[in-house]
Every structure is written in C-alpha cells, then in structure tokens.
C-alpha cells in the first residue's frame, strides 16, 4: 500500500495562477482531509469530505475549491493564488472506527509558494 | 469553535531525561486527543491518542493525561532519545464534528545527546 500520496510535491506559482493539488489513498477510507502549515500556527483545516461525492468547510476556506469525484481522490484547487496561500499542504484520510477514534493518515505535503 | 492551545513551542532536553508538553482545549464536548509527530519532510503521524472516558494512557515511553474538569491533556516521553526529536502536535475532536481535529501549534523537541 502506497497509502496517501500528494502531487506535486513542490510548486511555485506568480500571483494570480492557478493549480491543483492532487491527493490519493489507497486504503478505502471514507474521511479525507485538507490542511495548511505555517510556521507557529499548527495545522488548519481547509476543507474536508465525508465520502464520495460531498465536501464541506473547514477552518480556512476562503481562496479554496475542492472536489472528491471518486472515493479514492480529494483535490484541491486555487483559481487565483495569492501570497498568502505561501504554505506547505498536508492531505489525510481517515475511517470509521470504533469508540470515536479518528487516526488521520497525513500524505508527504505539498511546499507551494506564490510570488 | 475549538480552540487548542500548546506549549511550550520549543523543548530542549538531554538525551535519557523526560520532556513534557502541555495542552489547553476550549470545548467542554470534545472528547477524543490525539498527539502526532512530525519528522522533518514528513507528515504528521499518530503517536498515541486518548478518550473523554479515560484519564491516563501509555505505550512504553510514552503516555498522554487528560484532565478533563480543567480542560487539559499532557504528553509525556520517558528515557528521551535522540530519534525522539521532532515536532508533536495535539489536537482535540468532537462528536459529531465529522471527525475534525484542531490542531495546537507544535512544540519542537529536540533531544541533545
């Protein structure tokens, strides 16, 4: 199992690009996750899904798209990137388990930087 | 919505002591607390993780204790280890918050051999 894998790895866009970022995981989990680093603040929910076909708000969505068309993939996009969404993205998944347990799986992250 | 609050941000100890971080969580109803780690370049990882129902757990060096009338929960590492070093971060969920977790900001541990 490859597990949960982001690509790409590293990117650097000019101020109003756009990109996706592609996360995959091959463990048939139901709960796939979003979330943005920056040095002192922790991890930040962007958005999440709870299955195929549906997504919602996290934390910080704002300047945040994101579909899950199929089980097994989350993608996220900037239409128009910003310096502020300089970051490194992590990408996780998660399953239903027993007595309100939630191990999140993290993906290797995505280092973005917008000039 | 919760707020998570950890300290100290950065932990220095000699290897074989015993390093602490805290943290501080908002919401009465959460009641799941989970620490993970981060090595350089790579994602967080789950370490150890505890319940509402639950005041104390440990696996060998570690153990995680929960305080849940003063809404804190700690990490404790015994006999540090210089692969100890990394980052930990807590973080605290609720029922019926689809499984979201709020994450503190991290404490980076270093262990000095």
């Known amino acids: 199992n490859a597990g949960v894998t982001q690509t790409p790895k590293f990117r650097v866009l000019k101020t109003g690009q756009s990109m996706t970022l592609l996360c995959a995981q091959d463990?048939?989990?139901?709960?796939m996750y979003w979330y943005r680093q920056d040095p002192g603040m922790g991890l930040r929910l962007i958005h999440y899904?709870?299955?195929?076909?549906?997504?919602a708000k996290g934390e910080v969505p704002d300047g945040y798209n994101v579909s899950r068309l199929k089980k097994q993939n989350f993608l996220l996009g900037l239409e128009s990137a910003a310096p502020s969404q300089t970051s490194v993205y992590f990408c996780?998944?998660?399953?239903?388990?027993?007595?309100?347990?939630?191990?999140?799986?993290f993906g290797p992250g995505t280092r973005l930087t917008v000039l | 919505g919760e707020n998570v609050e950890q300290h100290p941000s950065t932990l220095s100890v000699q290897e074989g002591d015993s390093a602490v971080i805290k943290c501080t969580y908002s919401?009465?109803?959460?009641?799941?607390f989970p620490w993970y780690k981060q090595e350089l370049g790579k994602g967080p990882q789950l370490i150890i993780d505890?319940?509402?129902?639950?005041g104390e757990k440990k696996d060998q060096r570690i153990a995680v204790t929960l305080n849940k009338t003063a809404k804190h929960f700690s990490l404790h590492i015994t006999e540090t280890q210089p692969e100890d070093s990394a980052v930990y971060f807590c973080?605290?969920?609720?029922?019926?918050?689809?499984?979201?977790?709020?994450f503190g900001s991290g404490t980076q541990l270093t262990v000095l051999p």
């Open positions: 996780a998944s998660s399953y239903t388990q027993r007595g309100g347990r939630n191990e999140q799986f």
């Open positions: 973080a605290a969920s609720r029922r019926g918050s689809a499984r979201q977790l709020t």
């Open positions: 505890i319940r509402s129902n639950v």
């Open positions: 899904s709870v299955g195929e076909g549906t997504t």
């Open positions: 463990m048939n989990h139901e709960y």
């Open positions: 919401d009465s109803a959460s009641n799941y």
